[in-house]
């Protein structure tokens, strides 16, 4: 992992993050048991961070364009199901693995940021119950109107779909116990806005999960290079720095072009 020094100041190690994180938009974007869980001790970048809760917002976007399709009011929902709800994606695959990851109880309200074509919320449901509540949270309308008719259709009286923007969740102050980011983190265009609506949302000791695209220059894929902004490390440093708690990463078996890392609300 890497550690910024602490002789830096804090606009400075910003500055490198971004410039870190920068990449060519491309519009290319292709759930037993967990196996291995990493007790990556936090380091004392991650522990001192965590304090720090109020990041000054992104002016600009950190990936202009990136969720041009998503937010198409004519987005094909058919073909993006075809894409994410395949045998080619790993996710798809181990979905089940990773829903539990979020240990979730009878009666917890979470939520599901970017829930896309609501690939987990048939295990949201079932892990919250029918007392909890599950957020799909979404800056598509198609996804959004897409939910709603699932929802009605597999009658998941605690899905609730919430219309985001894209600096903000628009999720109720202490509203929730663990949040879901799935291949959804490099798609945040105000990561830290974004990040700080979700901590605003989460009651303390709340869990966050995020899986994502590994960014390897030299191993990832080509259209993962270009795609995803950031690797796995700038991530926690992002994550971090809004105030959430390092906890542990997962080795979810089956699981090879993607991560999966857990933090906690303090
Ligand atoms: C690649 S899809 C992943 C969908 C789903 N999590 C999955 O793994 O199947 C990314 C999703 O994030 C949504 N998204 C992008 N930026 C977002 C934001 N700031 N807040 C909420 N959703 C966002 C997109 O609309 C899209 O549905």
Redesign the pocket.
């Known amino acids: 992992m890497r550690s910024p020094s602490a002789a830096l100041p804090l606009s400075l190690l910003l500055s490198i993050l971004l410039v870190s994180c920068s990449g060519a938009p491309k519009e290319t974007?292709a759930a037993s048991r967990p196996d291995t869980v990493s007790k990556t001790p936090p380091t004392d970048a991650t522990q001192s961070t965590a304090k720090a809760t109020s990041q000054p917002a992104e002016a600009k976007s950190v990936k202009p364009g990136i969720?041009k399709r998503?937010k198409d009011p004519n987005m094909d929902v058919g073909r993006a199901m075809k894409m994410?709800e395949g045998e080619s994606r790993e996710?798809f695959i181990e979905k089940v693995k990773i829903a539990k990851t979020l240990d979730l109880a009878d009666g917890e309200d979470m939520a599901?940021?970017?829930?896309?074509?609501g690939?987990?919320l048939p295990y949201f449901t079932k892990g919250v119950g029918a007392k909890g509540k599950v957020y799909a949270?979404?800056?598509?309308p198609k996804?959004v109107e897409h939910i709603q008719a699932l929802s009605k259709k597999k009658k998941w009286s605690q899905v609730e779909t919430v219309f985001?923007t894209?600096k903000s969740?628009k999720l109720a102050e202490a509203s929730i116990d663990a949040a879901f980011i799935?291949?959804?983190y490099h798609?945040?265009?105000y990561p830290q806005a974004?990040l700080a609506s979700i901590r605003k949302a989460m009651r303390p000791g709340g869990r966050l999960v995020i899986v994502d695209f590994k960014r390897i220059p030299g191993e990832s894929r080509k259209w993962i290079l270009g795609h995803v902004r950031c690797n796995k490390e700038t991530v926690i440093q992002e994550v971090t720095a809004a105030g959430f708690v390092y906890v542990d990463e997962i080795q979810v078996k089956g699981l090879r072009e993607n991560y999966l890392i857990r933090f906690k609300r303090p």
């Not at 599901?112 to 074509?117: A, H, K, L, M, R």
């Not at 949270?137 to 598509?140: D, L, P, Q």
């Open positions: 974007d969720n998503f994410f996710i599901d940021i970017g829930s896309g074509t690939l987990f949270v979404e800056i598509s996804f985001c894209d969740t799935c291949d959804t798609h945040f265009e974004t």
